[in-house]
């Protein structure tokens, strides 16, 4: 068994600042890509962020310049840093990773359960 769990939602007004992490826990051999998505009532998930292994990263234009994603490969988490917050930015926000659980296993996708921001006056 294999799970995302992310913490650090929250209300905050526009302009402010929030960090979302994610840490995966259980049988694991190995991550890949992990990222950040997220969805308003109605509309699709979107990909905000993304990470690879090694580092490097993919912002969606609507972030960029004000979002930052990290990860630590100790710890199986990945950041996300969310400055100069605007209303736009309030959705679910859920975390993603491909997980890999022994040597020669088939990567698998994994999904958070979502945490909220809502970013209002």
């Known amino acids: 068994q294999v799970q995302l769990v992310e913490s650090g939602g929250g209300l905050v007004q526009p302009g402010g600042s929030l960090r979302l992490s994610c840490a995966a826990s259980?049988?694991?051999?190995?991550?890949?890509?992990m990222g950040w998505y997220r969805q308003v009532p109605g509309k699709e998930r979107d990909l905000v962020a993304s990470?690879?292994?090694?580092?490097?990263?993919n912002l969606a234009d609507s972030v960029k310049g004000r979002l930052t994603i990290s990860r630590d490969n100790a710890k199986n988490t990945v950041y996300l840093q969310m400055n100069s917050l605007k209303p736009e930015d309030t959705a679910l926000y859920y975390c993603?990773?491909?997980?890999?659980?022994?040597?020669?296993?088939?990567?698998?996708?994994?999904w958070g359960q979502g945490t909220l921001v809502t970013v209002s006056s």
């Open positions: 259980g049988s694991i051999f190995s991550i890949n890509d």
């Open positions: 993603n990773a491909d997980i890999r659980r022994y040597l020669g296993g088939v990567s698998l996708e994994v």
């Open positions: 990470i690879t292994r090694g580092g490097s990263t």
